[in-house]
């Protein structure tokens, strides 16, 4: 489980591909790199990945198929860079929503809109997830928690405040780049069960 509160920025050190598998290697922060175990969870860009190898600060996750058409991670070259959050434990602050790390789908960036102190982006909709992307819910972008804001047939926003674009890599984020997306799991079970209720009225 994750909050979608990023708590740092990892660079690929190192990538090994073997067809659709693929492993890569972070380093991680200093303060991120502390009671490393295998077998836990690390969300990059949102998606939950699991701990195979570590040596100090440099950590191995592997990457299947699934993952790899799913996600922007595939995307990635070594020395790019990824948002990192370590799995939420039991009596940690919910500074976000609750997130499963389980990535619905890529959307790309179509415009930014900046002004002296706010900062308004643009992500296209996907046809799959319209019914999930209502203005002021949540959702999860490349691994944040955020308030949708505006949503339009084809497009939705969000509005980022200045200490999300300097702790995250939506700082550096263009018109065009791939954003891993995971809807609200409530959202979800409440729209699509109403969906399935409705069509049984009907029969």
């Not at 790019?80 to 959307?107: L, P, Q, W």
């Not at 996907?126 to 209502?134: D, K």
Request: proline share 2%; net charge negative.
């Amino acid at each position: 489980m994750f909050t979608g509160i990023v708590q740092g920025i990892a660079r690929l050190t190192a990538i090994e591909d073997r067809g659709e598998f693929r492993r890569h290697t972070v380093e991680l922060p200093p303060e991120l790199a502390h009671d490393l175990a295998i077998g836990a969870s690390v969300a990059h860009n949102g998606c939950c990945l699991t701990i195979t190898e570590f040596d100090g600060q440099r950590v191995a996750f592997d990457l299947i198929a699934e993952t790899l058409r799913c996600t922007n991670l595939g995307g990635l070259n070594i020395g790019d860079a990824v948002n990192i959050e370590r799995a939420a434990r039991f009596g940690d602050e919910i500074g976000g929503h609750v997130m499963s790390g389980h990535i619905a789908t890529t959307t790309h960036i179509v415009a930014i809109e900046k002004t002296d102190f706010n900062t308004t982006i643009w992500f296209a909709l996907p046809a799959s997830l319209q019914a999930y992307v209502l203005s002021k819910g949540f959702v999860g972008l490349d691994g944040c928690s955020l308030t949708i804001g505006d949503v339009l047939p084809d497009r939705f926003n969000v509005h980022l405040i200045p200490e999300t674009l300097e702790r995250t890599l939506f700082g550096s984020r263009q018109v065009g780049d791939a954003i891993n997306i995971e809807i609200d799991a409530q959202t979800q079970a409440i729209v699509d069960t109403v969906a399935r209720v409705l069509a049984q009225q009907k029969q």
